[in-house]
């Protein structure tokens, strides 16, 4: 379990990520939870074999099907907020690397010299004015991905250099999100994909936020991973000292919007906050809202001074899969002191990750493999995590995902 040496604050920003009204009905629903010790649930209980987990050739599948095609969150536009800004990141087996060009466009390509294939630029952030050079015969390429230079070229022999420029992927921002179609020459709809929940993510204004830090988790197979995510239901028990000292368990609100949800989970400040008269409701301090963006990304925060964007994404294998956290700042720190609590805020929440969540979810994995050919059981309350692997099987039968919003 996580040291507690710190409890976070909540900081309200007053963000109006939700307006009043919307806000209010939310904190309705949750209050009634609260009284009735209820939660907003599916229909029944679902079973999923083991092998769903387990099986590789499911999990090429859901690459090949899903992840190469859809439009996928990979990071957050303030971690490449400036001309030259550059991010590069392994997503799904694939080296891709983003950049801003002089134009302010952010474009995606492969990260791979069109040489002999080296990986053009290590792993991370950085900023590069003029382009990027290659590392194993200095060949040279612009932030658009045009090869601009060949050292030698007198001995190197004839070619045309503009069919060996950069690999371009489609890439979108929307609402301070990055999305990319890992398939070259695929185009994305990124509007038609988000949908009714976009206007949700444009109110969040993270393009108006302060990148802070990003941190990087590795973890098990990705819906492994994902199913802790979608749930309160596990606050109490694996979360004692950490989450659940701020969050009810297994108190929550889910709405729908196309493949995409926002859970809300009640505050523990909500407690004396419902016995007030309503005006002094302050939705802000008392709701934990939370949207998560399918396959892979949680936002979490909405109102407060502070969001925090965890981008999971499978890794090589069915096995591993990889988190970006980030938070962003709608104010950047003014003292020392300020610096030094967002600091620990941040670490906070990234350890009671790590300590508590993707060490449970590593066990997970390791007892799924032991029982290969049983199954799991998928409550009512834990109607997110049901939601999204219906919205997966929809995606790998070539069904439509659920159009309309649901709520
Ligand atoms: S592989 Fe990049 S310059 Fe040769
Ligand atoms: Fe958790």
């Keep these: 379990m996580t040291a507690i040496d710190h409890v976070p604050q909540y900081l309200a920003g007053g963000h109006a990520a939700l307006t009043r009204d919307e806000a209010m009905a939310i904190m309705d629903r949750l209050v009634e939870h609260l009284r009735n010790g ?145 398939t070259p020459g695929r185009e994305m709809d990124i509007d038609a994909w988000l949908g009714p929940v976009l206007p949700y993510l444009e109110a969040l204004e993270l393009d108006k936020c302060t990148h802070f830090v990003t941190k990087e988790l590795p973890g098990p197979n990705w819906k492994v991973t994902l199913d802790g995510y979608l749930e309160s239901y596990h606050f109490g028990a694996l979360h004692p000292n950490t989450v659940a000292l701020t969050n009810h368990a297994n ?23 419902m016995d007030k008269p309503r005006e002094e409701w302050d939705p802000a301090v008392a709701m934990g809202l939370v949207y998560w963006i399918f396959p892979g990304m949680s936002i979490a925060g909405g109102m407060r001074e502070r969001t925090v964007i965890s981008i999971m994404l499978p890794g090589d294998s069915w096995g591993e899969s990889m ?40 066990d997970v994995q390791n007892g799924l493999q032991s029982i290969p050919d049983k199954h799991m059981i998928i409550g009512r309350n834990e109607i997110a995590v049901q939601y999204a692997h219906d919205t ?12 309309e919003r649901t709520i």
């Design 392 to 403: 997966l099987a929809r995606l790998l039968d070539g069904r439509p995902v659920h159009g």
């Design 38 to 182: 209820t939660t907003d649930q599916a229909a029944a209980p679902l079973e999923i074999p083991i092998s769903y987990y387990l099986d590789p050739e499911q999990w090429q599948r859901e690459v090949t099907e899903v992840f190469y095609k859809i439009p996928l969150p990979v990071c957050t536009s303030a971690e490449v907020a400036q001309v030259g800004d550059y991010k590069a990141l392994r997503v799904v087996g694939k080296e891709i690397i983003l950049v801003r060009g002089r134009d302010g466009h952010l474009r995606a390509m492969l990260n791979v010299c069109r040489h002999r294939a080296m990986k053009l630029v290590p792993e991370g952030c950085g900023n590069s004015r003029r382009g990027f050079v290659c590392q194993y015969h200095a060949w040279s390429y612009d932030h658009e991905g045009r090869l601009t230079g060949v050292p030698g070229e007198d001995t190197f022999g004839e070619f045309e250099k503009d069919d060996y420029g950069l690999v371009r992927l489609a890439c979108e921002e929307r609402a301070g999100i990055v999305y990319v179609c890992l």
């Design 323 to 362: 988190t970006w956290q980030t938070t962003l700042l709608r104010t950047p720190p003014q003292t020392e002191e300020q610096m030094t609590e967002a600091e620990k805020t941040a670490e906070w929440f990234f350890a009671a990750f790590r300590d508590e969540d993707y060490t449970a979810q590593t």
């Design 251 to 273: 108190r929550a609100t889910n709405d729908r919007f196309g493949p995409h949800v926002r859970n809300v989970f009640a505050l523990r400040t909500l407690d004396a906050m």
